[in-house]
T-cell receptor, first 112, second 113 residues
Framework: SQELEQSPQSLIVQEGKNLTINCTSS?????LYWYKQKYGEGLIFLMM?????EEKSHEKITAKLDEKKQQSSLHITASQPSHAGIYLC????????????FGTGTRLKVLA | ETGVTQTPRHLVMGMTNKKSLKCEQH?????MYWYKQSAKKPLELMFV???????ENNSVPSRFSPECPNSSHLFLHLHTLQPEDSALYLC????????????FGPGTRLTVT
C-alpha cells in the first residue's frame, strides 16, 4: 500500500510562478526528506525536517513539516527552468530501523 | 557529483545471464543501500548494509544477491532475472544506517530481455 502520498503527480508552470508540492502520510514520521531527481539519474538531497512545525529554506525552496509530523509541503518561489525535475519526499518510518519509504514523486516542468 | 559512483550506467541482459552492479562511495559513510525504481512506483528499498553487515532485506527475490566487502563498496549480483526486473537501480550511502540524509549514485538502467 502507498504510505507516502505526493500531490500533484505532475505540474507545469510558467517561469516566475510559485508552486507547492505536498507529501502526506497516514502515520507519524520520524524524519522527512525532500530530494530532487533529474530523469533517469540519482536523487539530490534538498532538505531534512525532523521536528513538528519545522521549516527550512534554501535559495528559493522552502519545506515545512506539520506539527503532527504527517504532512510536508515544498514551496518554490519564482520558479526557474533549473527547478524542473522530479521531486520526491522520503521518510524514516521510525528511528534506527532502516525503514525508509518514498513517495511516487512530482514531475515539475517550468516553461520559459 | 554526490561522491557515490555506480557502474555500469546502462545494462542490457538476457534472462539467463549473470551480471553484477557495482557501487562505490568516497564519503567515509558506514551504511549503503540498494533501491529499485520502476516507472510510476515509489522507490523501493531492497537491501541495507550497516558496517558491512546486512541489516535489511526487504523481501527481495533470491535472484538478486548483494555483497558488501567493505564499507566503501557494494555489489548487486544478478542472475536469471525476469523482464519485470527492468528498472533503474540506485545505490545510496549515509553516515549511519537508519538515520540522516542519503547520498545517491546516478543509477544503473537495467533492461532484461
Amino acid at each position: 500500500s502507498q504510505e507516502l502520498e505526493q500531490s500533484p503527480q505532475s505540474l507545469i508552470v510558467q517561469e516566475g510562478k510559485n508552486l507547492t508540492i505536498n507529501c502526506t502520510s497516514s502515520k507519524t514520521l520520524y524524519g522527512l526528506y525532500w530530494y530532487k531527481q533529474k530523469y533517469g539519474e540519482g536523487l539530490i538531497f534538498l532538505m531534512m525536517l525532523q521536528k513538528g512545525g519545522e521549516e527550512k529554506s534554501h535559495e528559493k525552496i522552502t519545506a515545512k513539516l506539520d506539527e503532527k509530523k504527517q504532512q510536508s509541503s515544498l514551496h518554490i518561489t519564482a520558479s526557474q527552468p533549473s527547478h524542473a525535475g522530479i521531486y520526491l519526499c522520503g521518510a524514516d518510518k521510525s528511528s534506527g530501523t532502516y525503514k525508509y519509504i518514498f513517495g511516487t514523486g512530482t514531475r515539475l516542468k517550468v516553461l520559459a | 557529483e554526490t561522491g557515490v559512483t555506480q557502474t555500469p550506467r546502462h545494462l542490457v541482459m538476457g534472462m539467463t545471464n549473470k551480471k553484477s552492479l557495482k557501487c562505490e562511495q568516497h564519503l567515509g559513510h558506514n551504511a549503503m543501500y540498494w533501491y529499485k525504481q520502476s516507472a510510476k512506483k515509489p522507490l523501493e528499498l531492497m537491501f541495507v548494509y550497516n558496517f558491512k553487515e546486512q541489516t535489511e532485506n526487504n523481501s527481495v527475490p533470491s535472484r538478486f544477491s548483494p555483497e558488501c566487502p567493505n564499507s566503501s563498496h557494494l555489489f548487486l549480483h544478478l542472475h536469471t532475472l525476469q523482464p519485470e526486473d527492468s528498472a533503474l537501480y540506485l545505490c545510496a550511502s549515509s553516515y549511519r544506517g537508519g538515520e540522516g540524509q542519503q547520498y545517491f549514485g546516478p543509477g544503473t538502467r537495467l533492461t532484461v530481455t
